[in-house]
DNA sequence: TGACAAAAGTCATCAGATGACTTGATGAAA
DNA sequence: TTTCATCAAGTCATCTGATGACTTTTGTCA
C-alpha cells in the first residue's frame, strides 16, 4: 500500500485498483470482486469503493454491468497523457497546433473538392475582420474557419487532437494576450484556401506556415518578456 | 456529441451538471449549491450526487474542498479528447501520426545539436535491421528512435501525443497486420538523420514523408481488402 | 434434451448518521 | 486598535444498513 502525501480514501482505493490493472495483475476482461469484498479487501465501505469505481469507469479504465459485476475495460491510461500535455508550455502547445494546422491544410489540399472550399470562403466571409466588438465572439468564427480546414483534411484524429488544443489554447490566450497578438488578415486567411483549392500540398502548408509566422514571432517577444 | 439512450441516474446527474458548467449558468470558479441542495434540485439521493461530482472531479471540471464546498475548475471537458482520437479509424491515426513525424523532423533540423544527431545514429544502429527474431522487442527498438526524433523537435507537446499514439497504433497494428507491413530499411531511417543535421527543415519533413509513403500505400491496401 | 421458473449474486440507489475540515464571528489579551 | 484563541455553523468525507433492478445460474418439469 503506497502512502499518497494527500489522498482521499477514494483517491486511495481507485489509485490501488488502478495499479492492479495496469500491472496486469488484474487482466482485461476479468471480472474484478464485488463491491463487498472489494470494500474488505481496501478497507474502506462500499460507497466509497463505488466512487473509485465511478472514476475508475469515466477513465475507461472499468466497466460495470448491473446485476453482473464490473470488468476490466483497458489498461492505458489515456488520461495522464492529456494531463502532461495540458502541463506542456505554452508555446509548446502552440507548436504543435501549427503542426496540425499546416499537416492538415496539407490534406486538405490532396482531398478538397470544391464544396469544402465553398464552405471555407463562406466561414471567411462570416469572419470578417475585426473591427471592434465582441472579442470572443470574433475569435469564436475565427477558430470555426481554422476547425474547418482541419475537418477539410477529412481526418478524425486530427480533428479530435485540435479541438483539444484550441480550447486550452484559447482559454490561456484570451485571458492573457489576446489583445497583443497580431491577427493575421482576410488575405493570410484567403490565401490558404487558394493554396488548398490548387491541389498542391507543399503550397497548402507553406501558406499556413506564412500565416503562423507572425503571430509566433509575437508570442516569442511576450514570453521572453 | 454522443448522447447515451439509456444511462444511469448518476450519469444523467453528472450531465445536468456539466450542462450548466458548459453553458455557462455556472462560471468558472463559483461555487456549487451543497450536496443536500443538489440531491433536492436533481431528484436522486446525495449518493449519487456524490459519485456524479467524483466524475466531474476525475474529468477536470469540478474541485472539492473538504469543509468549503464544491467549485468549478475548468469549462471544458479535456479528458474527452484522446478518448476520441483514439476512437478514430487506424488510418487516420497513423496519418495523424506520420504528421506529428513530419513536423518534428522540421523542427529538430531547426534546432538540432550535434549530441542529438551523435544519439539518433547511435539508436539507429542499435535498431539494426529486422532479421526474424523476437519482433516485439525489434519494433520497440524502431519506436525508440522515432521517439528520439519527436523528442529532437524539443517540443514537449508532441511528444506527448505522439506518446499518446504510439501506444494505440502499436496496440492496434502490432496485434493484426505487423507482419505484412513493409519496415523502411536503415537507409531510410539514416536519410532522416541527414536532412536534420543539415539544417535544412524542408528536406527533413520531406526525408520523412518518402519514409512514410510505401507504408502507407500498404496500409491503405490492406484497409481496403 | 429443451424450455421455463425460481433463486442467488451483483450493481444501483436511497436514507441516516458521524467525523473532519473550513470559515466567520466573538471576545479576551497585548 | 490589533492580534490571537475559541466557538459555532456549514460543508464535504466516510460509514452503515436497506431496498430495488438486473443478470446469471440452477433446478424443475415436460
Known sequence: MQTLSKSSLT??????????????????????????????????????????????????????RQ???TYVLSSTDTSKTFDMARRTSLRDQFEARCALDVESARLAALRHTPQVITDLRRLLAERGNYKGGDRQEFIARDLAFHKAVIAASGNRALMEIYDFFSATISETIEATISAEVPEPDMQAHADII????????????????????????????LLQS
Chains 1, 2 share one sequence.
Do not use: C, H, Y
Open 11 to 64: 483517491e486511495s482505493a481507485a489509485q490501488a485498483i488502478r495499479s492492479e490493472i495496469t500491472s496486469g495483475r488484474w487482466a482485461i476482461g476479468a471480472k474484478l470482486p464485488n463491491e463487498a469484498s472489494l470494500s474488505a479487501t481496501l478497507s474502506v465501505s462500499r460507497g466509497t469503493v463505488r466512487e473509485a469505481v465511478r472514476v475508475l469507469v469515466a477513465q475507461g479504465f472499468l466497466e460495470t
Open 194 to 221: 487558394d493554396a488548398i483549392e490548387t491541389g498542391n500540398p507543399d503550397a497548402a502548408s507553406a501558406a499556413v506556415r506564412r500565416f503562423m509566422a507572425p503571430v509566433f514571432s509575437a508570442l516569442d517577444t
Open 67 to 69: 446485476g453482473s459485476g
